[in-house]
T-cell receptor, first 112, second 114 residues
Framework: ETGVTQSPTHLIKTRGQQVTLRCSSQ?????VSWYQQALGQGPQFIFQ???????GRGNFPPRFSGLQFPNYSSELNVNALELDDSALYLC???????????FGPGTRLLVL | GENVEQHPSTLSVQEGDSAVIKCTYS??????FPWYKQELGKGPQLIID?????GEKKDQRIAVTLNKTAKHFSLHITETQPEDSAVYFC?????????????FGTGTSLTVIP
């Protein structure tokens, strides 16, 4: 059974640019959630995807958007990057909207 | 929305002692409460969880208690070992008409002194 994988591991962007982060869910999991974790803070829920549709969203602006593909992998897109978007972005997968989530190692994004 | 508070922010214990981390939540619609351990450079790892219809759950040296009336839940680690040193997060899952929403505490940095 493969765990949750994310790519890339690290990324540097400049303010105003756009970024796409990728996540492959754990085998047998069809629900994916994305989180932003600033340094020294707890993860902040961005949104969850189930059956290729958004299934819950946290308090993030529309420039944070996502996709889920038929193979349950997912993308997080962030437009018009701001300095405060610098953080560790975590992906977590679970079985059919089940509460038990398993996290990937994260993508560390630095916005300059 | 939900607000999850976690205390203490840092905790140091001697090897073999117990460690207790406490969290409170505000929204009675929250019904699932996981605890995660995060080591440096890694994603959070689920260590134990509890649903709102259960008051206590134990897994070897780790236990979680939930008081729905008071809206608080706690993590108990007994016989601590140096490898327990990490940052621990509590969380609450709230189910809304628009889907699931998850809220995390701010974390507790646990240091187990050999």
């Amino acid at each position: 059974e493969t765990g949750v994988t994310q790519s890339p591991t690290h990324l540097i962007k400049t303010r105003g640019q756009q970024v796409t982060l990728r996540c492959s869910s754990q085998s047998g999991h069809n629900t994916v959630s994305w989180y932003q974790q600033a340094l020294g803070q707890g993860p902040q829920f961005i949104f969850q995807y189930y059956r290729e549709e958004e299934n819950g969203r946290g308090n993030f602006p529309p420039r944070f958007s996502g996709l889920q593909f038929p193979n349950y992998s997912s993308e997080l897109n962030v437009n018009a990057l701001e300095l405060d978007d610098s953080a560790l972005y975590l992906c977590a997968s679970s079985r059919t909207q089940g509460p038990t989530q398993y996290f990937g190692p994260g993508t560390r994004l630095l916005v300059l | 929305g939900e607000n999850v508070e976690q205390h203490p922010s840092t905790l140091s214990v001697q090897e073999g002692d117990s460690a207790v981390i406490k969290c409170t939540y505000s929204d009675s619609a929250s019904n699932y409460f996981p605890w995660y351990k995060q080591e440096l450079g890694k994603g959070p790892q689920l260590i134990i969880d509890i649903r709102s219809n259960v008051g206590e759950k134990k897994d070897q040296r780790i236990a979680v208690t939930l008081n729905k009336t008071a809206k608080h839940f706690s993590l108990h680690i007994t016989e601590t070992q140096p490898e327990d040193s990490a940052v621990y997060f509590c969380a609450a899952r709230r189910r809304a008409n628009t889907g699931n929403q998850f809220y995390f505490g701010t974390g507790t940095s646990l240091t187990v002194i050999p």
